[in-house]
T-cell receptor, first 114, second 111 residues
Framework: NAGVTQTPKFQVLKTGQSMTLQCAQD?????MSWYRQDPGMGLRLIHY???????DQGEVPNGYNVSRSTTEDFPLRLLSAAPSQTSVYFC?????????????FGPGTRLTVL | RKEVEQDPGPFNVPEGATVAFNCTYS??????FFWYRQDCRKEPKLLMS???SGNEDGRFTAQLNRASQYISLLIRDSKLSDSATYLC????????????FGSGTQLTVLP
């Protein structure tokens, strides 16, 4: 199994550009999440999905959209990039409930917005 | 006050030392607790769950103190390869919105 994969690994955008961060998992996990990680702060939840066709907002959803058309894929779209969105983005998936199951993370996308 | 707080460190310890980290949480309804390890510029990976009775995995011991609302991680006989940032995770319910990561404690084990 490849686990959780993310593309691209690195990206530089100009303010106002849009782009999609890709995330895929091959473990048939229902639960998927997007986090951002900034220096000195814990991972913060952007959006999450409990299954295909179901998404919901996390702690910091503004400026981001998600969709979940299949169990495997959970792309994150930046609508109009801003410097405040410079961060490291991690996608994660979990089997079953978060209460007692491991979250598997992708390798991350390092995004810089100029 | 943050929901989950960790001492950011850095903790610099010699090889073979014992080191302990604490993580405090504010919501007494929290149900599940984990320690994750994150190497520099890598993704977090699960180190261990934390159970009410305390649990051990080799050189690592995790404990939960519900009365004082903190969890701890003890690393015995530190190895160079233990150098990483250790993140605590506190979950109130099964929803991702009620899962909180601490900002992490940085550990460097020195030769």
């Amino acid at each position: 199994n490849a686990g959780v994969t993310q593309t691209p690994k690195f990206q530089v955008l100009k303010t106002g550009q849009s782009m999609t961060l890709q995330c895929a998992q091959d473990m048939n996990h229902e639960y998927m999440s997007w986090y951002r990680q900034d220096p000195g702060m814990g991972l913060r939840l952007i959006h999450y999905s409990v299954g295909a066709g179901i998404t919901d907002q996390g702690e910091v959803p503004n400026g981001y959209n998600v969709s979940r058309s299949t169990t495997e894929d959970f792309p994150l779209r930046l609508l109009s990039a801003a410097p405040s969105q410079t961060s490291v983005y991690f996608c994660a998936s979990t089997a079953g409930t978060l209460l007692d199951n491991e979250q598997f993370f992708g390798p991350g996308t390092r995004l810089t917005v100029l | 006050r943050k929901e989950v707080e960790q001492d950011p460190g850095p903790f610099n310890v010699p090889e073979g030392a014992t080191v302990a980290f604490n993580c405090t949480y504010s919501n007494s309804a929290s149900q599940s607790f984990f320690w994750y390890r994150q190497d520099c510029r890598k993704e977090p990976k699960l180190l261990m769950s934390v159970y009410s009775s305390g649990n051990e995995d080799g050189r690592f011991t995790a404990q939960l103190n519900r009365a004082s609302q903190y969890i701890s991680l003890l690393i015995r006989d530190s190895k160079l390869s233990d150098s990483a940032t250790y993140l605590c995770v506190v979950i109130i319910s099964g929803s991702a919105r009620q899962l909180t990561f601490g900002s992490g404690t940085q550990l460097t084990v020195l030769p």
